[in-house]
């Protein structure tokens, strides 16, 4: 079956420092998106990617999605402690069912 | 305020107790859907309902069962919980097509001793 996975698996970077988490589908993705976890939260959703070699910004965070529709990755610049948490990318697995990938923990040390 | 409200937030258990997790949203959303979340795993879905009266297995349905009786409802009944169904569970929904991504709720962490 469709397979979306996730690397690293977890990131412990230095305050200030740039992270970059990556997504890979098994299969061609007709759109892919990004979601936050908080610790002790639920996961909440930063953007949808939909065009090939679509790449989007908010503030100091990057997303791309790759040309072939495959895979995806988020980038931070500058990470700030409030980065924190674990990042999921999630593609579509038939209509209205999303795949998550097993998410990349962030600890940022100030 | 836009949301889905999940409860119990916390729930301990006996092996075999039936239990019911509710889960409701305010958005008139036709697409609901229940996930769990273990370590390494990331979520894996139980079951979705694309509108009323209308539910379908996801990847891990195995030891629940849903209805979906209303617009805004959608429970998650565990007729005869195990340990190994000890988990944190979200529900979540969204416009057809998650055009908007999924809203979740808070989560309910249970666990089955």
């Known amino acids: 079956g469709q397979q979306v996975m996730q690397i690293p698996q977890y990131q412990h970077v230095q305050e200030g420092e740039d992270f970059t988490t990556y997504c890979n589908s098994s299969?061609?993705?007709?759109?892919i998106q990004w979601y936050k976890q908080r610790p002790g939260g639920h996961p909440v959703f930063l953007i949808q990617?939909?065009?090939?070699?679509e790449v989007k910004k908010q503030k100091r965070l990057t997303f791309q999605f790759g040309e072939a529709k495959k895979n995806s990755s988020l980038h931070i610049t500058a990470t700030q402690t409030t980065d924190v948490g674990t990042y999921f990318c999630?593609?579509?697995?038939?209509?209205?069912?999303?795949?998550f990938g097993a998410g990349t923990r962030l600890a940022v040390h100030p | 305020e836009a949301q889905v409200t999940q409860n119990p937030r916390y729930l301990i258990t006996v092996t075999g107790k039936k239990l019911t997790v509710t889960c409701s949203q305010n958005m008139n959303h036709e697409y609901m859907s229940w996930y769990r979340q273990d370590p390494g795993l990331g979520l894996r879905q139980i079951y979705y309902s694309m509108n009323v009266e209308v539910t379908d297995k996801g990847d891990v349905p195995e030891g629940y069962k849903v209805s979906r009786k209303e617009k805004r409802n959608f429970p998650l009944i565990l007729e005869s919980p195990s340990p190994n169904q000890t988990s944190l569970y979200f529900c979540?929904?969204?416009?057809?097509?998650?055009?908007?991504?999924?809203?979740f709720g808070s989560g309910t962490r249970l666990t089955v001793v």
């Open positions: 299969t061609t993705l007709s759109n």
């Open positions: 999630a593609g579509p697995g038939g209509y209205n069912k999303l795949i």
């Open positions: 990617l939909v065009k090939s070699g």
């Open positions: 979540a929904s969204s416009r057809p097509g998650q055009l908007d991504g999924y809203t």
